[in-house]
């Protein structure tokens, strides 16, 4: 994977702490890589979307990504409790499928965007620099110079 | 053969193998014949019913599974049976929601199952009216096969006979 600058967190310069939400360990693997070569750290996981509301309140990340096809509670309706109780959340939904419907219905709950997998390190690492917006402040690192 | 049917699935598979591999991918063997298809390994079953409807097998040897998984995760994983099975699942799921998304780009609607582990041998019996094709991809970590049966839905049949 290419070198990225480091984004960190611009009030405290500390690493962006990311809660990984999919029903494949393999996806959140894969995910959790992604965010870890950026200098992110992965503050929780879950598996569904019920886990996803009880993690998010335990660990308060800085961005959620979050699948839609899960067992028990799907990633939007997860998506839209979390933004009622926390309405400065940060969600990327991560889709193996991108009907627009899928992405108008997240966007309307309050999703921040929208990836369809296989996802591409560098427009996740673009999304989540226009995401966190003047909340991170990217680094660049010797090997990314 | 009703390509239009497949090629969307081929070109999925393609191109989540090359991505999530960062290499390419290359076709070793295509089979029209669904009776010559045997399990290899694990294999992952995807049911669409609506504007089309079939079903997909995705079916990968342990070792390639294993491989994969590692290769994704940035470090070994351990053989394990519930990772070989969650890594299948995970690539049929991600091809299978590319050429859906495809398909419904193009006006189709239908309803996709999350992936089953198929534990069959075969890929089951097809119809006269089923296009079905068996293809293997050689990936740098080992083979990755597909085996693909789809038709048009009834009504749909029916509306492309009465527009003729």
Known sequence: ?145 | MRMELIQPFINAADAVLCETLQSPTRIADVSMDEETYRRKGVAAMIHIVGDIEGRVIFDLDTATATRIASYFSGEPVEASEEMVRDTVCELANQVIGNAVTTLNDQGMHFRVSPPSVHTAETGGQGAEDTETLVMCFDTPNGRVYMNISMRYHRRRRRENVAIV
């Open chain 1, 1 to 145: 994977m290419s070198q990225f600058p480091v984004l960190l967190r611009s009030k405290d310069r500390l690493p962006v702490r990311y809660l990984i939400v999919d029903d494949s360990v393999f996806a959140r693997k894969n995910l959790a890589k992604m965010v870890e070569s950026y200098g992110g750290k992965v503050a929780g996981e879950a598996g569904d979307g019920c886990t996803a509301i009880t993690e998010y309140d335990r660990v308060q990340p800085d961005v959620v990504l979050m699948d839609i096809t899960m067992p028990q509670m799907e990633g939007i309706e997860a998506a839209e409790r979390i933004i009622r109780q926390h309405p400065q959340a940060r969600i990327i939904m991560v889709s193996s499928v991108g009907y627009q419907e899928n992405i108008v219905a997240a966007l309307q709950k309050g999703a921040r965007h929208f990836l369809q997998k296989p996802v591409k390190a560098e427009q996740l690492y673009d999304i989540l620099k226009y995401v966190l917006g003047d909340d991170a402040v990217a680094v660049a690192t010797p090997a990314a110079q």
